[in-house]
Every structure is written in structure tokens, then in C-alpha cells.
């Protein structure tokens, strides 16, 4: 099997996660598969997504929603992005700044103190600040696409607190971000690392609680194709997998925590301080200002529970979010646009050629289980973790319009039956 | 066009250079300010405060993603954006028009151009919010009735009141505080539905 196009240049944003591809790079896994790959840093997801769509780039680390997102109408271009392969779960978190921290000490210390810890305190807060008269809150995230929007939506909502109406929600950099936080200009945002990180370590802020803990091992980040890319590169494609796919193994090995940071503390890649990617390399999560240190294994998950493999139940999620909060503005069909834009198919096709086992169904209920499993229906038994939504409610990927009808905070434009169309 | 009061212009370019010719393309018919130092809520603010009339931004820079959520979110008051892009085979001007963007100027952008360019990105831009407008119009009519109705329902519920009272009661606050009853109705929703557990 020749490869179509061995010159191969990824786009990626400078963040913790886009890991793998400079592992893949350094380690020399992309040459080991016959690619020739040059690494882009992206100064935007707005510039990933028209560099992709352009063809200026043939690959990119991506936020998983901009891939489903592509499919829809009016939100993006033309051109439909795929996936075949998951780069990392989980990652991101919520930080508050020191001053918004001790005000939700004062409205309620109790409701601080549990984990996971929910908005219940910032509820008080923000009702507190509507009967004096203060400005809303600023709440910051990444992109309006992403994870992080989502997370701290769901986060927000699981609390009755409306994101639309209750506080200013805004979208900036990560690193201006962190800058803002000690000035009180953004009080709280859901960013990756390393930058909830570089927050505590400056002192400006407080990380409070972690995407997984909201949302339960959701896909973060994405390998990311155009569509007409993978059906006319299929071995292209597929070397591509096979070798990012080494170095997420290679990261999920613990004795490699310390060469990661070293590796992705170059300007070429992430450009901070190794200190600063290694909590979440390291898998511990513990953050360095943190008095009582809160033991977090699944901060950023590689390789492990099946990460790699692109669910289509996550899609449908995310589909369901961008519904819920009137991203979508006219009828979809979001099984239709899940089947075409996640490839679990090509990723088993890749994955069991190397000896990495596959799940054999394409969707799994979320929510459905509070302690770690063990998936039968795949090559051979995988552990997967705790799968919990932070409100307790469950997820079928079967029936969105239903998770939908479910969410008492929406800011709905279309109907939920809307979502299901038959033709 | 004289008569026309000058086109507030924000300009986000790190690029000296660029700032320039647009800056002297733009002498006489728009005052350009100038954002290239403040990012995230400070450059919000100021979009805020200044209420251009047009935007125009680089395309590398880290800020697209703000002004690009602004347009998603602020369907209220979104503006016309125009990119600087440098590649000039047109493909990515295309895209980028796609995406909401109201006009590009590729490379090697010359003074004479960059008004003729502003303009028609203001004049397409009010085309399409005019239509757009229209329709939002008709939604919100909808949604502020809905939400008036559950204001009132919850009053009713919550207070003891009778559905005559609520009303009035919204109306009264309304006036005494120069807002529209909409207004009301969705503050007394946020409170009282946050207070409730």
C-alpha cells in the first residue's frame, strides 16, 4: 500500500493535548510510517478550521465539535470535516479568580468543599450580585464549538444557572485569559492546559473542577481531516493514525511524563515551562498552589478506556449541546451528520491491525455508570472508567431529542424533534 | 456622502505597515482606532464603548476567535467584518465570507482601496442584517410574549397574585425604571428562579 502523499503538513493550536503530534514528530513515529510531516502552530480555531477547510494544511489537532459542526448548515463552510481517531479525553477545567473564589467561600463553604464541586455556591453568588446590583459575571471560554463551552454550560445549567441570561459569557485566548483574571476583568473561565496551570501557579485564580468531573471522560481533541482528503488518501490517512497512535501510547506510559514536558516545552510546540505541563502529564492533576492536594489520575487521558476510538454517542453529545443552546438554528439530522462525520469503522480497521483493541459497537450509554467497567464487546476486554455526567443524568445517544426535552436551562431555536428529521 | 456622519473604523492588525495604508485610505471618511494592544475583555469592552461601524482584523490574529463568537452570540448588534488575508488566489476570502466574514482585502492593499472595500462590506452587511433582522423580529415578538407569560405565571404562583396583578405590578416596575416589560419579565425570572430550589 503506497502512500498517496507523504509530505503531510498538521496544524495544531499550542495547547498540552497537541501532544501526541509533537511526540509523534520528535520520536520519529511519523517517519517510522513513511510520512514527511511539518507542524504548524494555529494562532485561532477560527484559523485551524479555514486552514483546514483551504486545504493549507491536510490534518489538525481540533476541538471534537468542530468536527460534527462542519456538517451543519450556515456554521461553518462547505467544506465537512472527519475523524478516525480520538487524540485525548478529558483535559480542561474551571478556574475562578482568588476574589470570585472567597466570594463563593463566603456563600457557601460547604458546598465548596464537595467533589466534585458544583456551582451551587456561584448560584448564591450570582443571585447575591443581581439583588445588589453588580455587573454579571464574566465567564470566559475558548471558542464557541469546544468543549470547554459545553463543559461550563452543562456546569452552569446543572445548577439552574442560565449562561445567556445570568452571566456575560465570553470567548478570548487562553493565555490573555489567565492575564485578566488578577484585574477582575474575567472571573472564572474553562480553559486547557496548561493554562488552569499557569492560572494557580501565578496565584491569580483557583482551579475548582475538572472537565471530567462535569462532563465524565468526554473526547476533547480530535485528529482532523477534510472529507474528500481521507476518501482520496486512504493510506495516507491511515499511516497518519498508526503513528499518532504510537506516541499516544508512548504518552500513556508514565516514565515518559518527563521527556513529554521537556519535548513540549520548545517554542514549537507549547512554549511554557516544563513545571507547567507536567501535572497534566503526569496524569496526578494535583496543581501546585493547592494547601489539600486532591489525587486526579484521569486529568488528561491519552491511550487508555478506548480514548482513541471516535465514539459516535460523544457526537451526538455534542450535537445535542450545540441544539440545547441555539447553536442550531434549523432542522438536522444529527444521526445522519454522526455517521458521516466520526469514522470508527477506519479507526478498527487501523487500530486491530497493530494489536490495539477495539470496542465493536460504535455508541455507549454516558451517565450510565458511576465506578470503572470492563468492556466485553471488543477484541479483547478493555477497562473503562467512570462515565458520570456532574448533574447525575444519563446520556442514550439513541434518543437526543428525549436528553434534549430533559434540560430545564436551554436556549433552544429549533424544536428538540427537530434534530431527528426522516426524510 | 459628505454630509454622512464619519465611519468609526477598529482596526486589529499587529502590522505597522498595514495599519498605515489603512489609515491613510481611510483619512477623511472614518476615524480609525487602533486594537492591537488589547485582547479578550478589554477588546470587547472597547467594541462595546465605540460601536464601530465596521471591524477590520487580521487573519492570524489570536483574537479571531472572539470577534468571531461576538458575531455568533451579539445577534443583536453584531458588525461587518472585514479580513486581511495574504494569500490572494481569492479561496480563502471565500471561505472566510463564508463563515461571516462581510469582505476581504488581500495583499499588496493599496490606499485607494481599503474605503471602497469598507463600504461595500457596510453596505452587504446592512443588507443581510436588514433581512436577517426581519425575520429575528417576528421570533422574539414570540419569545417575549412566552417570557412575559411565565414571568406573570410565576408572580402569580410565588406572590399570591392574580394574573391582573402581575401585570400590573411588571408594568409598574417597567415604568418606574425605564425598561421595556420584557426586561422586567426576565429579571423577575432570573431571580426568582435562581431563589428557588
Given amino acids: ?60 489537532h481540533i476541538l471534537a465539535p468542530m468536527i460534527p459542526a462542519s456538517w451543519l448548515n450556515g456554521a461553518f463552510a462547505d467544506e465537512k470535516f472527519v475523524s478516525a481517531l480520538t487524540l485525548n479525553l478529558n483535559g ?75 452571566v456575560h459569557m465570553i470567548v478570548a485566548p487562553p493565555p490573555i485569559m489567565a492575564e485578566h483574571m488578577e484585574s477582575g476583568k474575567v472571573d472564572a473561565f474553562c480553559v486547557g492546559e496548561p493554562w488552569n496551570t499557569v492560572a494557580e501557579t501565578k496565584g491569580v485564580g483557583r482551579t475548582i473542577v475538572r472537565t471530567n468531573e462535569i462532563l465524565g471522560n468526554m473526547t476533547e481533541k480530535m485528529l482532523g481531516v477534510r472529507q474528500r482528503w481521507a476518501s482520496e488518501n486512504p493510506n495516507t490517512h491511515r499511516a497518519l493514525i498508526l503513528a499518532v ?38 496524569g496526578g492533576g494535583a496543581l501546585p498552589s493547592r494547601r489539600s492536594l486532591v489525587e486526579f489520575p484521569d486529568y488528561l487521558v491519552f491511550h487508555h478506556y478506548a480514548a482513541n476510538f471516535p465514539w459516535r454517542s460523544h457526537a451526538v453529545w455534542y450535537l445535542t449541546q450545540m441544539v440545547r443552546w441555539g447553536q442550531v438554528a434549523e432542522p438536522i439530522n444529527v444521526f445522519d451528520i454522526v455517521r458521516d462525520a466520526f469514522l470508527p469503522e477506519f479507526y478498527r480497521e487501523a487500530a486491530s491491525a497493530v494489536g490495539i483493541p477495539c470496542p465493536a459497537d460504535d455508541d455507549f450509554a454516558n451517565g450510565a455508570c458511576a465506578r470503572p467497567w470492563v468492556l ?41 424533534s427537530d434534530i431527528a428529521a426522516k426524510d | 456622502m459628505t454630509a454622512a456622519p464619519p465611519l468609526i473604523v477598529l482596526l486589529i492588525d499587529s502590522d505597522p505597515d498595514r495599519a498605515k495604508i489603512v489609515e491613510e485610505g481611510l483619512r477623511g471618511a472614518a476615524a480609525v482606532k487602533q486594537a492591537n494592544m488589547l485582547h479578550g475583555p478589554e477588546l470587547l469592552s472597547l467594541i462595546q464603548q465605540l460601536q464601530p461601524d465596521a471591524i477590520i482584523i487580521d487573519c492570524d490574529s489570536p483574537d479571531r476567535d472572539t470577534i468571531e463568537n461576538l458575531q455568533l452570540v451579539a445577534r443583536e448588534n453584531p458588525k461587518p467584518i472585514v479580513m486581511f488575508v495574504e494569500n490572494g488566489d481569492g479561496s480563502l476570502a471565500k471561505e472566510a465570507v463564508r463563515s461571516g466574514v462581510s469582505a476581504y482585502i488581500v495583499d499588496g492593499l493599496s490606499e485607494k482601496r481599503v474605503l471602497p472595500v469598507v463600504e461595500i462590506a457596510i453596505e ?25 407569560e411565565r414571568a406573570k405565571g410565576l408572580l402569580m404562583e410565588k406572590r399570591q397574585m392574580t394574573e391582573n396583578e402581575a401585570y400590573t405590578a411588571m408594568r409598574k416596575i417597567a415604568m418606574e425604571k425605564g425598561k421595556s416589560i420584557k426586561e422586567v419579565a426576565e429579571s423577575i425570572l432570573s431571580v426568582l428562579t435562581l431563589l428557588d430550589d
Fill in chain 1, 245 to 282: 497512535l504510537e506516541a499516544l501510547r508512548w504518552l500513556d506510559a508514565k516514565e515518559n511524563c518527563l521527556e513529554s514536558t521537556q519535548i513540549l516545552s520548545s517554542s514549537h510546540y507549547v512554549g511554557v515551562k516544563p513545571h507547567l505541563l507536567a501535572p497534566a502529564l503526569g
Fill in chain 2, 124 to 148: 452587504r452587511f446592512r443588507m443581510f442584517d436588514a433581512l436577517w433582522r426581519d425575520l429575528e423580529k417576528s421570533k422574539a415578538d414570540l419569545q417575549a410574549r412566552k417570557l412575559i
Fill in chain 1, 1 to 60: 500500500m503506497s502512500i498517496e502523499q507523504p509530505l503531510l503538513k498538521i496544524g495544531f493550536v499550542p495547547l498540552t493535548d497537541m501532544a501526541p503530534l509533537a511526540i509523534a514528530k520528535e520520536k520519529g513515529f511519523f517517519e517510522k510510517y513513511g510520512l514527511d510531516v511539518r507542524l504548524v502552530a494555529q494562532n485561532s480555531w477560527s484559523q485551524v478550521r479555514e486552514r483546514l477547510a483551504l486545504g493549507e494544511i491536510d490534518a489538525a
Fill in chain 1, 376 to 416: 466485553h464487546d471488543a477484541d479483547a476486554p478493555i477497562v473503562m472508567p467512570r462515565q458520570e455526567f456532574i448533574d447525575g443524568r444519563d446520556f442514550d445517544a439513541r434518543d437526543p431529542v428525549g436528553y434534549i426535552d430533559g434540560f430545564a436551562q436551554h436556549n433552544l431555536r429549533i424544536r428538540a
Fill in chain 1, 92 to 166: 480542561n477545567a474551571i478556574t475562578v479568580s482568588n476574589s470570585l473564589y472567597q466570594e463563593l467561600l463566603d456563600a457557601d463553604f460547604d458546598a465548596m468543599l464537595e467533589r466534585p464541586t458544583t456551582a451551587r455556591a456561584l448560584r448564591k453568588v450570582i443571585l447575591r450580585r443581581a439583588e445588589t446590583g453588580r455587573e454579571p459575571l464574566t465567564i470566559g471560554s475558548v471558542f464557541p464549538f469546544s468543549s470547554h463551552n459545553f463543559a461550563m454550560r452543562y456546569w452552569l445549567g446543572a445548577q439552574k444557572i442560565n449562561p445567556d441570561r445570568d
